[in-house]
């Protein structure tokens, strides 16, 4: 799970984006073990990992920076977005449950959860309005909005996951890689 949280969540770790989404694949019981082992790992560095929905076959796991997460979703614009979208004013963490529900109604993903991991808010509503077609350029998302910008934080992440893979290749651990906050 440690590798998997790594290739997927290293801009996360080096609290580039507030969060990060991965699926995991095994056992539900025993994701959950090695999710709250790590969850332990990382909340003194200010990050928080949870089960958002289980499978048959394994989870999602979600890897979250409360404190920026919480200030990205607090901004009146994407405030209003949410809200738009049926979410509660509410908590971070009843927040989540909403997202966590939704996802279980609908046996996917709700083009919102763009939000709860850190994507521009002009990128989420482009996605939204043109059905996930005609945008500038993809990589971590699809991009309606400044694509200059965004592909300049795509080669952020890429060069971040690529070191944090290789310095975990040569021994250094989760805790050690992750910047805290």
């Known amino acids: 799970m440690e590798k ?23 056992n539900g019981a025993e994701l959950r073990a090695k999710a709250r082992v790590l969850e332990e790992e990382l909340l003194p560095k200010g990050l928080r990992l949870r089960v958002l929905q289980e499978m048959a076959d394994g989870a999602l796991l979600y890897l979250y920076r ?35 529900a939704r996802m279980r109604e609908e046996g996917g993903f709700p083009h919102e959860i763009g939000i709860f991991l850190g994507y521009p808010l002009e990128d989420v509503r482009g996605f ?7 945008c500038r350029c993809a990589g971590y998302w699809k991009v309606y909005g400044d694509a200059g910008v965004a592909q300049k934080m795509f080669d952020k992440f890429r060069k971040c996951t690529d070191l944090y893979l290789r310095l975990w290749e040569k021994g250094m651990n989760v805790g050690q890689l992750t910047v805290a906050a």
């Open 4 to 26: 998997y949280l790594i290739r997927h969540c290293a801009p996360t770790l080096a609290s580039l984006k507030p969060a990060n989404l991965f699926r995991c694949f095994g």
């Open 128 to 134: 939204i309005r043109h059905k996930g077609r005609n």
């Open 66 to 100: 409360p404190s920026q997460l919480e200030a990205y979703l607090m901004r009146p614009e994407v405030d209003a977005f949410l809200t738009g979208q049926g979410y509660p004013a509410a908590s971070l963490e009843e927040r989540l449950e909403h997202l966590a």
